[in-house]
């Protein structure tokens, strides 16, 4: 996925209303600054509330559900190939959010400062903080791409990965 086809995304999002935060590989690359690599999805979590909205706005557009993990995440694909994985978030009035996962017991946190905002091709975009991401990249094996995505973090942020 190109830097123009996520900011177009984005920006049909915006037009609709919807409050969303990049996550994942782009994420990573907004609070960069600059893409550090190939794509091949694209991250956003948004208020569970919109959620109908956000369907309405990525169908317009020709995007498909294809995977239903609700109410954990679920995937939305382009015929050409794109994929949005979606990620349903529930505010609470402090503006922290919680995301289902598949322990109920053990639902993933956003506290309200993981929200801050990053750039795209120099567009400013609201996505998760570096904190957040590196909160996100732990109790699993991670993959090549992960480790350099964490990399990333260490280069620019100077923050402390596990990995």
């Not at 909205?53 to 317009?60: K, M, N, Y």
């Not at 993981?114 to 609201?126: D, H, L, R, S, Y």
């Not at 090549?144 to 990965?161: E, H, K, N, P, S």
Request: hydrophobic letters at 40%; a negative charge; proline letters at 6%.
């Amino acid at each position: 996925m190109s830097p123009d086809e996520v900011l177009i995304i984005l920006a049909l999002l915006r037009r609709a209303g919807v409050d969303f935060w990049v996550g994942g590989g782009w994420g990573i690359d907004a609070l960069v600054g600059e893409q550090t690599r190939d794509h091949r999805d694209l991250d956003i979590m948004h208020r569970q509330d919109q959620e109908a909205t956000v369907l309405a706005a990525l169908s317009s557009a020709g995007y498909v559900e294809s995977l239903n993990w609700r109410p954990v995440r679920f995937v939305m694909a382009a015929p050409e190939g794109r994929e949005i994985d979606l990620h349903p978030l529930v505010f609470s009035d402090d503006g922290a959010a919680v995301q289902a996962s598949p322990d109920p017991q053990r639902p993933f946190v956003y506290p309200s400062s993981c929200f801050v905002t990053g750039t795209i091709k120099g567009v400013p975009v609201t996505c998760l903080s570096a904190e957040q991401q590196v909160y996100f990249h732990q109790g699993y094996e991670p993959s090549q791409r992960d480790r350099d995505d964490m990399a990333q973090l260490r280069r620019v942020f100077g923050i402390a990965t596990h990995f």
